[in-house]
Each structure stands twice: as C-alpha cells, then as structure tokens.
C-alpha cells in the first residue's frame, strides 16, 4: 500500500503541514513525503534547522521545569505539535507527580496521534483548538475540568507565535490569555526572531508562504512585547540556548547567534 494511500481522508496529506514539518526536522516518522520535501527545500537554505529545532525542545523542557520549581501544577501548551520525548506531561509529572496538562493543537493529525498516546495517563488532556482564537480554547469544557484559573498555570506558546500573522492580532491573542492567568501564573515563548537573520533565512521563511501556515518573524522588541505587564525571569528574552543552559552542559558554540527567541514571563 503507498503511502499516499494510507493516508486517512480526514488528513491534508496534500500541502505541507508545519506540525509534520518540524517532526521531520526532530528526526520523527509522523510525516509524509510533501512534508518532508518542503522541509529539504528549508533546509538547503538553512541547514541548522534541525539543530535549532533540538534547541527549541531542549528549551522547553527547562521552561517548564523553571516552572514547576516556581511551584505551578497547571500547564496548556498551545500549538503543542506532535508527540516527542521529552513532552510537557512528561517533565510536569516526573517532577511535580498530580501536575494537569492540556494540550491544544488544530492538526488533526496531532490530535489523533496524542489521544493515543495520552490515552491512559491521568491529569493530562488533548483538545482540537485554533491559538488565533482564545476564548473558544479558554471555554472547551475539557480545558475546564482540568485547569482552574483562579490558581497559577503555565502557558506554552513555544514555536506559536511566528505562525500566527499581524492581521491576526497576536499580541491581543496573548493579551486575552494573560487576562485569565491568575498571580503567580507563566507564560513562556520561542519565537524565530528577525534580528539575526541572513538572505538565506529569510529565503527559508518565504518556503513557508506554500506550508500550511506561513512565517511571521519578529524582532526581540516585538517578542518581548508579548510579555507586556509581566515579570521577565531572568535572563529575560535570549536565543534559545542561552535562556538558563543546563549547568553540566552550557550552551553550544555561536549560541548568541541563533535566530530564534525564548523568554519566560511571570504574572506578577
């Protein structure tokens, strides 16, 4: 059976799919062959991409480890992608055991392949939602049962945002989000930066323009304005390895240089 054939009829398998994208670029198999040739077109421009993606999961896991040690059991990833090691449940219930997640994604492909995964795990939840609109995802009765606004939770938009187009009104996307976290609540965000880009980089961003969601970047002026009437934790908005490397491993060469932001915020 080819695998065009194998494909479910609820899946686009025909235009490049971002989620199945940065899977290929993890090394994962939960992508097809337009995926995985928009990827190598990508990636003939920049070559580091699968690096910066390792980076970018790496990230997360300190993020939301940061955030467990500051004493949050709640956590929504939004545009959570697909299925990986290291994924937020993971880290959240090794470290804190009870911790809630919920993972938020339109993918359908996402959503398949997490149900069946998350299927037996307490405290943790998968719901199909669109980041560009807030209030639906704050209202889905399974986000409800799980998370309780009133205590601190963690937002995860990591690797979101660049998706999510100026016509769109990200900053009023967040704004809405950060309205409902209470004291003491997270957010935390990577974002592909347009500071440090070269013609290669932006030759790479344009590709996406024929993916399934095309790429805005921003500078680190614009991605620190997403954290408007927030605490900055330290060391505030960076490159990915430089947002609090691991002790025993420090960042990897040229890690100022990378073009792609993290920064953790805390409602005050």
Request: glycine fraction near 6%.
């Amino acid at each position: 059976m080819s695998e065009q054939e194998r494909v479910p009829d609820s899946i686009d398998a025909g235009t490049p799919n971002v989620a199945r994208m940065y899977d290929f670029y993890l090394g994962g198999k939960d992508n097809y062959e337009v995926d995985r040739e928009m990827a190598r077109q990508v990636m003939r421009h920049v070559p580091d991409l699968p690096f910066i993606a390792r980076e970018n999961r790496a990230f997360l896991r300190r993020a939301v480890r940061a955030c467990v040690d500051a004493g949050v059991r709640q956590f929504v990833d939004l545009g959570a992608g697909l299925p990986t090691q290291g994924n937020v449940h993971e880290i959240a219930q090794g470290a804190a055991p009870g911790s809630r997640v919920v993972y938020v994604d339109i993918d359908p492909v996402v959503l398949s392949h997490a149900r069946a995964l998350l299927m037996n795990v307490d405290g943790v939840t998968t719901i199909q939602g669109d980041v560009r609109r807030p209030d639906e995802i704050l209202a889905h009765p399974e986000l409800r049962d799980l998370i309780d606004f009133r205590e601190p939770v963690a937002v995860l938009m990591v690797a979101v945002l660049h998706f999510v187009q100026d016509d769109d009104d990200p900053y009023g996307v967040v704004a809405r989000l950060r309205a409902e976290m209470a004291p003491g609540s997270h957010l935390v965000i990577s974002h592909i930066t347009a500071d440090k880009q070269t013609p290669t980089v932006r030759d790479a961003a344009r590709i996406y323009d024929r993916a399934s969601a095309a790429v805005r970047q921003r500078s680190q002026a614009e991605v620190t304005r997403f954290f408007e009437g927030m605490e900055l934790i330290e060391p505030g908005v960076t490159t990915l390895s430089l947002w609090r490397p691991d002790a025993d491993l420090g960042p990897p060469a040229d890690a100022d240089r990378q073009w792609a932001l993290a920064g953790v915020g805390r409602m005050p």
